[in-house]
């Protein structure tokens, strides 16, 4: 079974210019979430999407990012403006729908390390 | 609301032996799971054991196994014969609402040779 697919792997950008990152998750796995992990501490919830719809939202901050979960398959995640306190990996995870308090957890992504100068 | 903490930044180990990271954790339900993952330096969070809060039994997966302690809300992660490859951040998670995880801070695990 392919794992889960982000891409860049890295991405070097100055403040103010915009980034995105892809994800692809596992196949099947309706669930799709976005963590944001600053340097020296556990991943954070971004966003997580049930097919193509957001479930929790809550904790990103829209007034710069923003994503989309097209035909509840591929997502991206965008930056705009980027600001220095932005520099972080960001990981993708996918799970069987609403399954990640179970049996099964999640499936992660090897993230995006975005550096902001 | 659901907290994690490890308090235990940076552990070193020798090869072969034994060590265990200390988890503890705070959430209003009964049932639940518990999750440790590791994160080498590839960055990808690998799960490496689980534990459903409603079997007293304490998960084990080869030479990882866990002290589950459910009325402390205590949940720590020891290896056995340490090997090289071992050496990672560690991370205890715990499910909230949503299904989302919640992360600790995590311990960086070095094996010495």
């Known amino acids: 079974e392919a794992g889960v697919a982000q891409s860049p792997r890295y991405k070097i950008i100055e403040k103010r210019q915009s980034v995105a990152f892809w994800c692809n998750p596992i196949?099947?796995?309706?669930?799709l979430y976005w963590y944001q992990q600053i340097l020296g501490q556990g991943p954070k919830l971004l966003i997580q999407?049930?097919?193509?719809?957001?479930?929790?939202d809550s904790q990103l901050p829209k007034d710069r990012f923003s994503a989309e979960r097209l035909k509840g398959v591929d997502s991206t995640l965008k930056i705009q403006p980027a600001k220095l306190e932005d520099s972080a990996v960001y990981l993708c995870?996918?799970?069987?729908?609403?399954?990640?308090?179970?049996?099964?957890?999640?499936?992660f992504g090897s993230g995006t390390r975005l550096t902001v100068v | 609301a659901q907290t994690v903490t490890q308090s235990q930044p940076e552990m070193s180990v020798q090869e072969a032996e034994t060590v265990t990271l200390s988890c503890t954790y705070d959430?209003?339900?009964?049932?639940?799971?518990l999750f440790w993952y590791k994160q080498p330096p590839s960055r990808q969070m690998i799960l490496v054991i689980r534990?459903?809060?409603?079997?007293?039994q304490n998960a084990t997966e080869n030479r990882f196994s866990v002290n589950f302690q459910k009325a402390a809300k205590s949940f720590s992660l020891k290896i056995s014969d340490s090997q090289l490859g071992d050496t990672a951040m560690y991370f205890c998670?715990?499910?909230?609402?949503?299904?989302?995880?919640?992360f600790g801070t995590g311990t960086r695990l070095q094996v010495f040779p």
């Open positions: 995870a996918s799970s069987l729908a609403g399954d990640a308090g179970g049996a099964y957890g999640y499936t």
């Open positions: 999407f049930q097919n193509n719809g957001v479930v929790d």
């Open positions: 998670a715990l499910p909230a609402n949503t299904d989302k995880l919640i």
């Open positions: 534990q459903e809060a409603y079997k007293q």
């Open positions: 196949s099947g796995h309706a669930t």
């Open positions: 959430t209003s339900e009964n049932n639940y799971y």
